[in-house]
């Protein structure tokens, strides 16, 4: 089966990543996704905007590194890589997971003492990325959102979802935030 790869994303919405559909349910920016679609091999790979064409987003990778040069400094022989992400020319879709680090998660009720009787669970999104000789051509968000989420959770899985206005939530919620900064 393999071990994922991941592709972390430069790109933000000042530079057009909006259009091509790489956000989540509440409009952020999504920027990190993992996929076996590509070499399964725990490889970086990157999407950016490309060097030769600012209209253009590329994927580049898989991350190498290159040994440039030893050294001698006063603590001994250090060794400098330099890493780079070569083009890639790959073509298709490529399936990748991942989570929005800006929504906040799904509160729950939990047998866990020490999270002071909270659970949190993250909102996971599936994104299908087509590409067409190592650019992407455009990008399909699929999950649900965090309203959606709450109610299949009461579902699914038999769980008292807390409100966002509990007490306890509510400090939960302001320590992550404060996490963020």
């Avoid at 259009?19 to 076996?36: E, I």
């Avoid at 990748?96 to 020490?114: H, N």
Wanted: hydrophobic share 35%.
């Amino acid at each position: 089966m393999g071990t994922p790869d991941s592709i972390t994303s430069t790109l933000d919405v000042q530079t057009g990543l909006a259009h091509l559909g790489l956000v989540c349910p509440s409009a952020h920016v999504l920027t990190k996704f993992q996929t076996k679609d590509l070499e399964e091999a725990l490889l970086q790979y990157c999407l950016a905007i490309d060097a030769d064409d600012s209209d253009v987003v590329r994927l580049y990778g898989p991350m190498r590194k290159e040994s440039s040069t030893t050294f001698e400094v006063s603590v001994g022989l250090e060794e400098i890589t330099r890493s780079f992400y070569p083009r890639t020319n790959h073509t298709g879709a490529v399936l990748c997971s991942t989570t929005c680090d800006k929504c906040l998660p799904i509160f729950y009720e939990s047998q866990v003492v020490w999270h002071n009787g909270i659970g949190e669970r993250e909102l996971f999104f599936e994104v299908d990325m087509w590409f067409e000789k190592g650019v992407l051509v455009r990008a399909e968000v699929s999950g649900l959102s965090r309203e959606e989420k709450r109610a299949q959770m009461l579902k699914d899985d038999g769980v008292f979802v807390l409100p966002d206005d509990d007490r306890l939530v509510k400090r939960r919620i302001k320590e992550l935030l404060e996490e963020k900064k």
